[in-house]
């Protein structure tokens, strides 16, 4: 009993001159780890906390236009329109690959294939009236595409969820608007078709946006 004792004794002061031995540089180096993580990890927090920002005031910017010039403006419509059916299909491609959850996954599905019809489904009208669909994104949708590609993996569903149910919002506001008050009979006929699609797409974001917060 008394060796084992020693021995533990022994061991414990061991330990705790390789402790005391310990170079100062490796103590330093250890610190400097610790510090660098933590001012990475509250960059981190800063920067998802700018983005989500971002996609709130971008959401309002949208809301407004959907109700106001686009609700009666073709050309804005249009424009509004083609590149909503844009970013709806980049932002669920990259929800696809970076999400690790079914539901998301399955909604982002439905939106390449739902969003990839309605625009091939609105081409026609627009050319009709003598309009050009949007070539590429504007500056505030292409900030939600790159506020999503740069969420962490942690925050990537909500920030994908939050941005869908704002983004549908505008969408139901701006086919509704356009259905009532549009000028061209095609686009008015072409709005009014989307609504029920673009409402149902909302019902299950705000489903699915509910299921996260749990």
Do not use: W
Request: charged content about 15%.
């Amino acid at each position: 009993m008394k060796h084992a004792l020693f021995l533990t004794a022994a061991t414990v002061a061991a330990l705790s001159l390789a402790a005391c031995n310990k170079p100062a540089s490796q103590t330093a180096a250890d610190a400097g780890a610790t510090a660098s993580a933590t001012a990475s990890d509250a960059a981190q927090a800063t920067g998802q906390a700018v983005n989500k920002a971002q996609d709130a005031t971008g959401a309002a910017v949208g809301a407004t236009s959907a109700s106001t010039v686009g609700s009666h403006d073709t050309g804005a419509f249009v424009s509004n329109a083609s590149q909503g059916d844009m970013y709806e299909i980049q932002a669920a491609q990259i929800a696809e690959k970076r999400s690790k959850t079914p539901d998301v996954k399955t909604f982002a599905r439905m939106m390449v294939k739902d969003h990839t019809a309605l625009s091939n489904s609105m081409k026609p009208l627009a050319t009709a009236a003598g309009q050009t669909p949007a070539a590429k994104l504007d500056n505030r949708r292409q900030g939600f595409i790159d506020n999503l590609n740069s969420a962490s993996a942690a925050n990537f569903d909500k920030t994908y969820i939050d941005q869908q149910v704002a983004g549908h919002e505008e969408a139901l506001t701006l086919m509704q608007g356009y259905a009532q008050d549009g000028s061209n009979a095609g686009l008015k006929a072409g709005a009014a078709k989307a609504v029920p699609m673009v409402q149902m797409h909302l019902d299950k974001a705000k489903a699915i946006q509910a299921g996260l917060k749990t």
